[in-house]
């Protein structure tokens, strides 16, 4: 997405996708990036928290524990354990660089803390449908 595609979205749909990125972490049980970001000390802890859930993202991506076919599209996942049953958590779209620099550029000043705290809580909320989507998957497809 380009920077101005970006700048023309709503502040509602830019957290929506951070959001939509984020519960990948929720639905994966890796809650570190999300409470950081729900008690965040400063800007900083914010910026690194996002790098570090990008850079982890993008790993795997590269490295999934399997790739889930469905509808002729692939669809890499990591693997979670949740109540006995194994299910599958699709790798999230990463968002562009243009809408991390909007979203961390509305996460400065005053308000910027509630922002990330709102994003976290959205994030929490759009896990179900990853797990939805995970359940739904289990055993269809394959390697």
């Not at 049953?85 to 308000?111: F, N, Q, T």
Request: aromatic share 10%.
């Amino acid at each position: 997405m380009s920077e101005k595609r970006a700048q023309e979205l709503k502040d509602e749909e830019v957290i929506d996708r951070m959001a939509g990125f984020l519960a990948f972490f929720a639905a994966s049980k890796i809650y570190g990036p999300l409470d950081k970001l729900a008690r965040p000390f400063d800007y900083t802890d914010i910026v690194s928290t996002i790098n570090e859930s990008l850079r982890y993202a993008n790993v795997v991506k590269e490295r999934p524990d399997k790739i889930i076919r469905k509808n002729d599209k692939e669809y890499p996942c990591i693997e979670v354990r949740r109540g006995g049953r194994v299910l599958y958590v699709r790798v999230p779209i990463i968002p562009s660089h243009a809408v991390v620099k909007r979203w961390l550029d509305m996460c400065k000043g005053e308000e910027g803390f509630n922002v990330a705290r709102e994003t976290v809580a959205l994030a929490f909320a759009k896990m179900f449908s990853y797990l939805f989507e995970a359940e739904e998957k289990k055993g269809e497809g394959g390697e």
